[in-house]
């Protein structure tokens, strides 16, 4: 497969309080996508509703549309750029923020040489959402972290 250009990072939340890469895949065939728009998706140890809190389950970074694809998490921004959803709505797990996703943006920034700058929240390409429910200063203070 032809390497694709990556540009930017965006972070996105999935709006729920559990779930991972096959559910999320699931979630978004029903809105008659071609499975997970999202290139990894970050877990927070809920796999399913109404189940109890795994240690083992939170932190998990999955694989979910194929890097060198286009992905469908961001309208106007999927070209070039590099879908991360953190499993939650509005808290996220230490594992997830201080451990997961920076181990992430840290080898994402590396391999496609990207700077602080490049790595976004989905809420600053769209005026209707808040999503990742994270703000910019965190988000720049992880990707910091990051490099
Ligand atoms: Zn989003």
Sequence with gaps: MEK?????????CSYSQF???D???????ERG???CGYHYVITNGV???????????????QVGRDINKTGAHCKGRNTGSIGICLIGRHTF????LYSALPELLSKLMFDHSL???QVHGHFEFSRQKSCPNISKEI?????EFSV
Excluded at 47 to 61: N, R, S, T, W
Excluded at 93 to 96: D, G, I, V, Y
Excluded at 139 to 143: G, Q, S
């Design 4 to 12: 694709r250009k990556i540009n930017s990072i965006i972070l996105h």
């Design 19 to 21: 779930g991972n890469v």
């Design 23 to 29: 559910l999320i895949d699931q979630w978004h065939k």
């Design 33 to 35: 996508w071609h499975g």
């Design 47 to 61: 796999i399913k509703a109404h189940e109890k809190y795994l240690a083992f389950h939170d932190g998990l970074v």
């Design 93 to 96: 797990t230490a594992k997830q």
């Design 115 to 117: 700077t602080i700058d």
């Design 139 to 143: 988000i720049r203070k992880i990707a």
